[in-house]
Nanobody, 125 residues
Framework: VQLQASGGGSVQAGGSLRLSCAVS????????MGWFRQAPGKEREFVGG????????NYADSVKGRFTISRDNAKNMVYLQMNSLKYEDTAVYYC???????????????????WGQGTLVTVSS
């Protein structure tokens, strides 16, 4: 499976961005999906995850209520809608795929075997 993330950019604090992740060469519905991010000088951290059906999601406390993850199995796409962005949301955002038709998405980076190339989000204060 191959993943390609897009949609990053520069935005002022309080603004919104929508990230997309296109998935190819795999049966998309058999994967749980996750978004992670890595800020300069920091380790990659979990942002949000979504199960195969799209009915179950979970989020890091730092983004809960501001970010929404969704997926379209017909289009092999997963999205991350980011609202009320803060300076501390600045990072490279990665989408990850974890094999397994589960509605429980993992928050552990090591559970995701496939990754996109990342897209940079810069939030200015």
């Amino acid at each position: 499976v191959q993943l390609q993330a897009s949609g990053g950019g520069s935005v002022q604090a309080g603004g919104s961005l929508r990230l997309s992740c296109a998935v190819s060469r795999g049966t998309f519905s058999r994967y749980t999906m996750g978004w992670f991010r890595q800020a300069p000088g920091k380790e990659r951290e979990f942002v949000g995850g979504i199960g195969w059906s799209g009915l179950s999601t979970n989020y890091a406390d730092s983004v809960k209520g501001r970010f929404t993850i969704s997926r379209d199995n017909a289009k092999n796409m997963v999205y991350l809608q980011m609202n009320s962005l803060k300076y501390e949301d600045t990072a490279v955002y990665y989408c990850g795929a974890r094999w397994g038709r589960s509605d429980s998405s993992s928050q552990s980076e090591s559970d995701y075997a496939n990754w996109g190339q990342g897209t940079l989000v810069t939030v200015s204060s």
